[in-house]
């Protein structure tokens, strides 16, 4: 059993940056990926960024790549999501999920991941 708790979620204007968190409970933290997922009203959960449990491989949707980043500390069982260069449209509410996946082509699928967090609003002002 895992448990995930988001923090870090706020209001922002148009460029600027906010750092996601999510702390996790559990033994086995390094055996799963982690995953970002947001969805905005109206809206399907999408994908963000996953990064492997070792921490070796990470994958973000393009529509981030260049501005997010995904991060994790194992030790710590922490995962972060460092969100630069934020735009209107990344208006949402972020999710973050744990998943025993170890192909990358299924890091975008939310239904592989087991356990989620509550989600924590980030809103981005223009």
């Known amino acids: 059993q895992v448990q995930l708790v988001e923090s870090g979620g706020g209001l922002v204007q148009a460029g600027g940056s906010l750092k996601l968190s999510c702390a996790a409970s559990?033994?086995?933290?390094?055996?799963?990926?982690m995953g970002w997922f947001r969805q905005a009203p109206g809206m399907e959960r999408e994908f963000v960024a996953t990064i492997s449990g070792s921490g070796a491989r990470t994958y973000r949707a393009d529509a981030v790549k260049g501005r997010f980043t995904i991060s994790r500390d194992n030790a710590k069982k922490t995962v972060n999501l460092q969100m630069n260069s934020l735009k209107p449209e990344d208006t949402a509410v972020y999710y973050c999920?744990?998943?025993?996946?170890?192909?990358?082509?299924?890091?975008?699928?939310?239904?592989?991941?087991?356990?989620w967090g509550q989600g924590t609003q980030v809103t981005v002002s223009s």
């Open positions: 559990g033994r086995t933290f390094s055996n799963y990926a």
């Open positions: 999920a744990a998943g025993l996946i170890l192909a990358a082509t299924n890091f975008p699928s939310a239904a592989k991941y087991d356990y």
